[in-house]
């Protein structure tokens, strides 16, 4: 834009006459703003004139259009001379849609009421589609098992090393520090009461059927299932999805199911790693602290630990995992288009998650209590 004064008010007779000059466009609003803000007060009748006028767009003419709204002037009654066809054209349309543009109020702040409703319908749309997403995979699992051809071995295999054995170690390692913690927390009470041999079958059951589930399914909702969700998220990001649409395929088949089987495989197998690390954990401190040398200590657990308390450990597992590899898949496939929404959808994921399986454990605690299991 020149360095010339957009525009200049002169006066012919009994009316004033507003020159536009040069480019009337979007990147030179503000200057266009400050020449308008600095003119002389404009008269009852005003008219423009537009044969100086290089470029106009919508932009400028809505800001010239408001200035003479803005001085009492009616923009519809004012004459305009020597504009070209075009730039008459986009100045009459920004003219007869001014009717059309309000002020916007911002919304009533709501009641306290209005926000328990508002997040219980965030709530519940939540829930309807994790529900949905989750029919679709069911529906894609059983046409995969009814052609076990279509499964993608390959992609099996990645993510099984992915979430299994490449868990391992932190799976073993905070099982194994919650067994030394949980043994050591027992101990001290027992053995006020010269009942130490008793830790063993508190730390065997509670660890067995419920904690070590419990801390592996948080481990994988906070290491699998925001990982499902941020690769699933940066693949929607670069159309990879919509290219794997584009080539006829089902992203679900594609790259839900093997990451809910592989989920699904390794969390029974993490479990009973869990399980295992926890009792040698609680048997690291048994000895010296508790005075149950290790054959003592596997006595007692043979005698203590029944195999229905593992089998309902391991049968948790693979529910945990259906639902935390739905979650995280979900939430992967529906994230918006921008790197911001990945990190919010990987935050969420992970406390979606481990409400999720909090949830199920206590729905299973109360339906084995009722079953005598």
Not at 69 to 74: E, Y
Not at 204 to 211: D, K, Q, V, W
Request: hydrophobic share 55%; net charge neutral; proline share 5%.
């Amino acid at each position: 834009m020149s360095t010339a004064a957009p525009c200049r008010l002169e006066r012919a007779g009994d009316k004033q006459v507003l020159h536009l000059v040069g480019d009337w466009r979007l990147p030179h609003l503000a200057r266009l703003d400050g020449a308008l803000a600095a003119l002389p007060r404009l008269g009852p009748a005003v008219s423009l004139d537009g044969k100086a006028l290089a470029e106009l767009d919508t932009a400028a003419a809505l800001l010239l259009v408001l200035t003479l709204r803005d001085a009492g002037l009616d923009p519809a009654t004012a004459l305009l001379d020597g504009f070209a066809a075009n730039h008459a054209r986009v100045l009459e349309l920004v003219r007869a849609r001014l009717a059309e543009i309000g002020v916007v109020s911002p919304p009533p702040p709501r009641g306290w009421l209005a926000h328990i409703g508002h997040a219980a319908e965030q709530v519940w749309r939540l829930v309807v589609g994790h529900v949905n997403f989750l029919g679709l995979a069911v529906a894609a699992a059983g046409a995969t098992l009814a052609r076990p051809r279509t499964l993608r071995l390959k992609e099996l295999t990645v993510q099984l090393e992915a979430v299994c054995l490449n868990a391992i170690p932190v799976v073993a390692l905070v099982t194994a520090l919650i067994g030394v913690v949980f043994a050591y927390l027992l101990g001290m009470q027992a053995s006020q009461y010269g009942a130490n041999i008793f830790v063993v079958d508190g730390v065997a059951i509670g660890m067995t059927r419920e904690l070590a589930p419990l801390l592996v399914a948080i481990i994988m909702a906070g290491r699998s299932g925001a990982a499902f969700t941020a690769q699933l998220g940066t693949m929607k990001l670069t159309e990879e999805i919509d290219a794997i649409r584009t080539l006829g395929l089902s992203p679900v088949a594609v790259l839900v199911l093997p990451r809910v089987f592989a989920l699904m495989i390794a969390m029974p197998l993490l479990t009973f790693v869990g399980d295992v690390a926890s009792i040698a954990g609680a048997m690291l401190v048994a000895g010296p602290m508790l005075d149950i040398p290790p054959p003592v200590y596997l006595d007692r657990l043979h005698t203590a630990l029944a195999l229905r308390h593992v089998i309902v450990g391991l049968a948790k597992a693979p529910v945990f995992a259906l639902f935390i590899a739905v979650i995280g898949c979900r939430m992967g496939m529906d994230v918006s288009r921008d790197t911001r929404a990945i990190g919010a959808s990987t935050t969420s994921t992970v406390v979606q998650c481990i409400v999720a399986v909090i949830l199920l454990n206590a729905a299973f605690a109360v339906t084995l209590q009722q079953l005598g299991w």
